[in-house]
C-alpha cells in the first residue's frame, strides 16, 4: 500500500450550492448539516480513515463558515490549510488549486466537498500508482430504470427478446481524482476538471485510468436527497445515542 502520508488532498469547498437554495442562502453546501454533522466533516473523517491528513480546502463562498468551523483541522486529527478565491469571481474546480504547482510532488487527491463517500481511497491511490497513470476517475456503477419495456429485432425483424423496463448501467464520473503533479501543466484559472482538464489529458494521450469502487457515494445535489438523507441520518443518530444512555444507566 502507499504512503498516505505524503499524499495530499484537495477538497473542494467553493461553490454557491444554488440547487439546494434557500438552505444555501446562509449556509456553504459543504457545511450543511447531515445528522449531527455537516456534510464536510464526513468528508475529511473518511480522508483520516485513509490515511491523509495534509489537507486544503478550497473555499469561496461563505468561507468563514467553514473555516471557523474545521480551523487548522487539529481537533480532526488532520492538518488543514486554506485556499481562498473571490466568491463573485470563482476560478472553478481546476483553477482553484493552481497555486498548489510549485507545493505538490506526489501524487495528489482531489475530491469534492459536497459528496458523501465511504471510497477506499488507499486502493484507488494503489490502483493508480501500479498503473503509472497520470490521472485515475473514480468511478460509480449507476443503474437507470427505463420507463418502458423494449424488444430485440434479429436481421429478419423477428422479436426475439422482451425486456420489461431494464436498468441500463453506466459508469460515472464520481468527480473524485488521484492526478500525477504533471497535470498542473494544465490547469489555470477558470479551468474545470471533468470540462477540460482530462478531456485534455486525453487528447494528447496522457495515461488517463478509471477506478471502479463499490462503496457508498452520492451527491447531496438535490433538495429531496438532502431532506431524505438528513432525516435518515438523523434517526440513526438517534438511536445510537439512545442505546448509549440507556446502556449507560443499566
Known sequence: MPHMKNIKAFVLCGGRGTRLRPYTYTIPKPMLPLGEKPILEYVINNLKLNGIEDITLTVGYLKERIMDYF???????????????????????AGSIACAKDSVNESFVVLMGDHLTTINLRKMVKHHQEEKNTATLGLKKQGTPLEYGIVELDSDGKIVQFKEKPIVTNLINAAIYVFEPEVFAYIKKGLDFGKNILPKLVEEKK????????????????????????????????????????????
Request: proline letters at 1%.
Open 71 to 93: 480551523g487548522d483541522g487539529g481537533d480532526w486529527g488532520v492538518d488543514i490549510t486554506y485556499f481562498e478565491e473571490d466568491e463573485n469571481n470563482p476560478l472553478n474546480t
Open 207 to 250: 495515461k488517463v485510468g478509471g477506478y471502479v469502487f463499490d462503496e457508498y457515494w452520492v451527491d447531496i445535489g438535490r433538495i429531496h436527497d438532502y431532506e431524505h438523507l438528513n432525516q435518515v441520518l438523523s434517526i440513526v443518530d438517534l438511536a445510537f445515542k439512545t442505546k448509549f444512555q440507556t446502556e449507560k444507566h443499566l
